[in-house]
């Protein structure tokens, strides 16, 4: 009885828990009466009144209100020095620590005890104490409140739901972990390997996705113990101080049924589940609702909430980069703080307002809003903070020495009131510090300090992971870089992600992100580019799975890095893709206002699309980047905009447009000089050099010399003023082309030699991409000077080091370099080896769709053609060379290539060869390269092919009257009884499936009227019929005509492929709904799975070629007959390759998941926000 007594809290210096836990206690083992005797005498004291109360209230009021509001003081009576006052500890109240914190601590693993299973435990166990109610169990003490009238039956089943579930969570943590550990992750577990799942499941306890949704069990648990936390807080708040009447006892919670599902709770909840749209709507619903937010007549609770919900829609819309919305209700905040006279509120949220204006790059607000913060800060320490923060913006607007005296007044304060320097407000001003000696290029000075604050970390944290660690380690990465000593740079950040995931465990983290995006630039920079990519494919991968592809800052900046390191390693589509929808974010953030992030996405998509050859798509986006840099004041007369009018010019002048390729040049030119003062610069060279080529085209050479000639001197000025390694090698290499383009090239060859010397000084390690460059230009200038020995070793040179850095890969711009040899072998009458480099070049090229447009094809084509024949006078071509030509050739339309002699061609192919199947080859590759238009020609072939012995004469005639479109020839064969499925030796399918490919449906019709098998495949090992041909396997638009017409004349509409695809999976991949309609009115099934397990529904959601309009018209469509609940072989459900793939189609599906976003660091609400700048 004397630790449940407590007399003068002398108990609790053995245990503040002890007399409290003693209240409750349960026969086990010895003397029974005795615990009987002791539970009677407890009951006894706590229903007796307190002595020393001047209230008069019983021992258990009193208890019960010290636990929830007072807290608890643990007197240390035990010190060795007996003349001095016991050393007082105060432990938080209830109340006070049990608090739900949703608006603090959105996206972080939950504490399931502290969080969850604390609260209704003691709250529910005070309430009950209040009144004298001794519970065997928090059920027990529920049911005992209801029965005395306390709290109404409803009350009571809200209640014992919320204790059942936070009970029933804490003991899966458990089981989970096997120990007391309670960490919680907040979103459902994702779908992996089932290698991943067993690791993943031994480090993090998942909650199901039913008890993360809407009305799922973690939210119904919040719609009742933050109800039941307010009301006993009000319940203090009113009479923590008085004595309550016996009526207004018994009544005070008996109208209450803790239970509240409102807009505010709801939307908090989804912050805290960082669910940040939903809780936006939730959030401004409630706002909404209010009037008079801010009237001085308003309760200080009610106000409170208004100030809680205001700040946690700023949070949110800083993270949707709304900084105007975020700035109007934390202004809001302000007047709030002023309303309820919270002097501290109101110095954090000026802090507050300081950062944002600071991030929205408005410098002078910033520092007003900090300055007018000093003024209602009373504490050194938070003096220090806001002085940080003033440095850090002096540091962003690059007045390092303001910034740098900022920072020492900040670290002065520190160390005065902290004198052995452990503490992390002097770590974080030494890091700022450095960082300001970063800007100011003092890399030595950046270091000391960054070490400095290394050393306090090591004594503050004993060498366990902390964020200001990784911050650290990023700033000194981001030095190591500056320094060029990447592979420090490489080290620290390794370091840092290490450290991350440490602290993440597997869960999706913006800095873990952060971190590889950093990785990825820093490969970037060592030219290690598959590796770069690496880095931002798995840093997206992460942006995405936070923010549920909804479209984000962070996400568009690594789309563009990731696009720009595709366009270093030639992958034109690649670049494409990820600048369109780079540039389709960007235009949801900011709503098409003309942004620099803007007009540089539409500047590169121009150029990839220059690059590939797509002059349209090019100048489409160039134009709309050149309109919008008219209009914005700052970038009309830029060099930004110079280099976008010069790309404009190289547009129109490929698309032969040269006046208007002329009008953009020299635009471009005048604005150089204009912004350059009339000195020399790269943009003036690279605006001459295409006045000079347009001058070359219109063969007037004197001015196209007289352009070249003004480039090279502006170039040799350039160079003589150059001092970096990296501008020297820049400047040879453009002097180098320089001379190439006016025919000095012994000249260019020594610019282009000492080229390679220095840059063997900026980057010793090979291969490397620039060295493969210049290789092949000095093979080229080689080849204009006629020393082709010289010009292939340097073209095998530069092959072998892009294979290297290509690996298996081949771009487009290798087929230039096999080109390249192919001229060289050709001059040295090396034929073989000039045909092979000819049939690399094309097999690349047909690769590259765009490629066969252009007179470079031609130019292959026709050295192809003439190398062959030179070749075949004396020796016999490899049979396999033959074979690939037909492949690359094969539906080309050859019409305007008559440069080479068809008919000596022919005639020399025939020479000598007596093997039959390969004759027949050769006259397939001869009738594919014949001209249409010439019959003579291609009967001269036809004839000749008749006469082989090993050929059927009718099976020849009906390919043949099926190559030409001939249906009465057809009719006449099939009336004659021939095999219509009988496959030449020399075609790999049926005349019905060349007849479907050339989509002639009339032949179709006329082969159909036969004994025909109309589901025999291809002999391919992709077991192809007519029908998937119609469907547009070859990439064709799929014809409903034909399709109708096969179904008809009875394909067979659920047959396989070899990988499961059936003609459904193919309307799906295409988003083609008639064709969909004509295979289900045929009996096609719609829910197959192929190999892969996916159904057509899965396939038609992945699909980046349908767009979002058409998938939901499909869904829309076929919801009925679609069955949403089939998994593919990893584990994806339709919802997840919605989610994934096509966000908009979810509210069309029932009992739709709406997953949880992740979150990124808020500014901090409640202490000045000391920033690591990087």
């Known amino acids: 009885m004397y630790y449940v007594r407590n007399e003068g809290d002398k108990a609790s210096h053995r245990d503040k828990n002890l007399p409290y836990i003693l209240e409750n206690v349960c026969y086990v083992h010895g003397d029974v009466e005795l615990v009987k005797t002791y539970k009677a005498k407890v009951t006894e004291y706590l229903h007796s009144k307190n002595e020393d109360d001047p209230l008069g209230r019983l021992n258990c009021e009193v208890r019960a209100i010290k636990l929830l509001k007072e807290g608890a003081v643990e007197f240390n009576y035990l010190q060795k020095v007996s003349s001095l006052k016991p050393k007082e500890i105060l432990f938080k109240s209830d109340l006070d620590k049990l608090q739900p914190k949703l608006f603090d601590t959105e996206g972080k693993l939950f504490d399931v005890k502290q969080e969850i299973y604390r609260l209704p435990d003691r709250m529910v166990y005070n309430l009950g104490l209040y009144f004298g109610i001794e519970g065997d169990s928090c059920w027990d003490t529920v049911d005992k409140l209801a029965e005395q009238g306390i709290i109404n039956l409803e009350a009571a089943s809200n209640l014992k739901n919320a204790i059942t579930f936070a009970t029933t969570l804490r003991l899966k943590t458990y089981s989970h972990h096997k120990a007391q550990k309670d960490d919680m992750a907040i979103y459902p577990k994702p779908a992996k390997t089932e290698s991943e799942l067993k690791e993943q499941a031994q480090k993090i306890f998942h909650l199901s996705e039913e008890d993360l949704e809407e009305e799922g ?9 933050i109800p039941l936390y307010e009301m006993l807080e009000k319940f203090c708040i009113n009479y923590s101080k008085k004595k309550l009447e016996q009526d207004k006892k018994n009544s005070f919670f008996k109208g209450n049924t803790f239970y509240d599902n409102g807009y505010a709770i709801k939307g908090l909840i989804c912050y805290r589940l960082v669910n940040y749209k939903t809780a936006e709507v939730y959030l401004e619903k409630w706002l909404n609702l209010q009037e008079n937010q801010y009237n001085v007549l308003s309760n200080e609770h009610h106000l409170i909430r208004v100030y809680v919900l205001k700040r946690t829609l700023q949070k949110i819309y800083i993270e949707f980069g709304n900084k105007r919305q975020a700035i109007i209700h934390l202004k809001d905040c302000l007047k709030i703080s002023e309303l309820i006279c919270n002097k501290n509120l109101y110095r954090d949220v000026l802090v507050n307002l300081g950062d944002l204006y600071k991030f929205s790059k408005k410098y002078d607000k910033a520092i007003s809003y900090y300055n007018k913060a000093l003024e209602f800060t009373e504490h050194e320490d938070d003096r220090a903070g806001i002085f940080n923060n003033m440095g850090i913006v002096y540091h962003d607007i690059k007045e390092f020495d303001k910034a740098i005296e900022l920072h020492s007044k900040s670290l002065n304060i520190f160390k005065l009131h902290c004198p052995n320097s452990i503490n992390l407000g002097i770590t974080i001003t030494y890091i700022n510090l450095a960082n300001c000696y970063n800007g100011k290029k003092e890399y ?11 050393k306090i970390i090591k004594s503050l944290f004993k060498g366990e992971p902390h964020f200001i660690t ?8 981001v030095i190591y870089n500056n320094l060029g000593q990447f592979d420090k740079a490489v080290e620290c950040l390794t370091k840092g992600l290490k450290l991350q995931r440490t602290i993440h465990k597997d869960e999706p983290s913006p800095a873990i992100s952060d971190c590889l995006f950093n990785l990825g630039n820093i490969h970037n920079n060592m030219e290690k580019f598959d590796q770069a990519i690496e880095y931002y494919k798995e840093s997206l991968k992460i942006l995405k799975v936070i923010h549920k592809n909804y479209p984000f800052p962070p996400i568009r900046d690594c789309l563009f890095n990731l696009a720009l390191t595709y366009k270093k390693i030639q992958k034109l589509g690649e670049v494409i893709k990820c600048l369109t929808e780079c540039l389709e974010i960007e235009r949801i953030i900011n709503k098409n206002k003309p942004t620099q992030d803007l007009t540089n996405c539409l500047t590169e998509l121009g150029i990839a699309y220059y690059e590939s050859e797509k002059f349209d798509e090019a100048i489409e986006y160039l134009n709309e980047c050149v309109e919008i840099r008219k209009y914005n004041v700052v970038d009309t007369k830029s060099i930004s905009m110079a280099q976008t009018l010069n790309y404009l010019a190289n547009c129109h002048a490929k698309s032969s447009e040269n006046i208007s390729a002329i009008n953009f040049y020299n635009e471009s030119l005048e604005m150089v000089k204009l912004i350059s003062n009339g000195k020399p610069c790269y943009e003036m060279s690279n605006a001459l050099k ?10 007037n050479f004197k001015e196209a010399k007289k352009y070249y000639d003004q480039c090279f001197e502006l170039l040799n000025n350039i160079y003589s003023n150059k001092t970096s390694l990296k501008e020297v090698f820049d400047s040879l290499k453009q002097l180098g082309n320089a001379y190439m383009h006016i025919i000095e090239y012994d000249k260019a060859i020594e610019c282009f030699q000492e080229g390679l010397k220095v840059r063997k000084l900026v980057n010793s390690k090979e291969p490397d991409i620039e060295v493969a460059n210049i290789l092949n230009a000095i093979g080229i200038a080689y080849y204009h000077k006629k020393n082709y020995n010289e010009s292939i070793s340097y073209g095998i040179r530069c092959l072998e080091m892009r294979k290297c850095i290509y690996a298996d890969k081949s771009p487009l711009d290798i087929s230039n370099i096999y080109m390249n040899l192919a001229l060289s072998y050709n001059a040295t009458q090396n034929y073989e080896k000039t045909i092979k480099c000819c049939v690399h070049t094309l097999r690349i090229m047909s690769n590259f769709p765009h ?7 031609k130019e292959v084509h026709i050295l192809t053609m003439q190398s062959i024949m030179n070749f075949i006078k004396t020796n016999s071509l490899d049979h396999e060379i033959i074979l690939e030509l037909i492949t690359i050739y094969q539906g080309f339309n050859f019409s305007n290539y008559k440069a080479f002699n068809q008919f000596i061609f022919y005639k020399l192919i025939q020479k000598g060869l007596t093997d039959l199947v390969k004759l027949q080859c050769w006259f397939k590759l001869a009738l594919i ?25 009718t099976s020849f005639k009906l390919w043949l009257a099926v190559a030409e479109g001939n249906t009465n020839k057809v009719k006449e064969l099939i009336n004659a009884g021939i095999d219509l499925d009988n496959i030449p030796l020399f075609m790999n399918s049926t005349p019905l499936i060349q007849a479907v490919i050339k989509e002639n449906i009339d032949m179709v019709l006329t082969l159909t009227l036969g004994k025909v098998d109309i589901n025999k495949p291809n002999n391919n090992q992709d077991q192809i019929t007519p029908l998937y041909y119609s469907l547009g396997v070859n990439g064709q638009p799929i014809n409903t005509k034909m399709v109708d017409l096969l179904l008809n004349r009875g394909a067979d509409a659920n047959k396989p492929m070899f990988n499961g695809d059936t003609p459904m999976h193919m309307a799906h991949y295409s988003g083609h709904k008639e064709a969909m309609k004509l295979l289900l009115h045929h009996g096609a099934s719609i829910n197959p799975q192929n190999a892969e397990g996916r159904t057509p529904l899965h396939c038609l959601l992945g699909s980046r070629d349908v767009n979002t309009a ?3 018209e499909i869904v829309q469509e076929f919801l009925a007959m679609y069955d949403v609940t089939i998994k593919d072989q990893s584990g994806k459900s339709i919802t997840n390759y919605a989610q994934e793939y096509c966000p908009e189609v979810l509210p069309l599906f029932p009992n739709n998941v709406q997953e949880i976003e992740p979150v990124i660091d808020p500014i901090d609400s409640s202490t000045p926000n000391h920033k690591v700048s990087t």
């Open 217 to 225: 069990g973690l939210f119904q648990y919040f719609y009742t113990a």
């Open 444 to 454: 030595k000075n950046a270091i000391s300090h960054y070490n400095k604050s290394f």
């Open 470 to 477: 990784i911050d650290l380690l990023n700033n000194m990465g």
């Open 690 to 699: 295409g006045l000079g080529n347009v001058c070359a085209i219109e063969k």
């Open 851 to 857: 490629s066969f447009v252009n007179a470079y094809y």
């Open 929 to 953: 390269l014949t001209p249409k238009e010439d019959r003579k020609m291609i009967q001269l072939i036809n004839d000749d092919m008749l006469k082989l012995r090993s050929v059927n004469e």
């Open 1110 to 1112: 058409t998938k939901l």
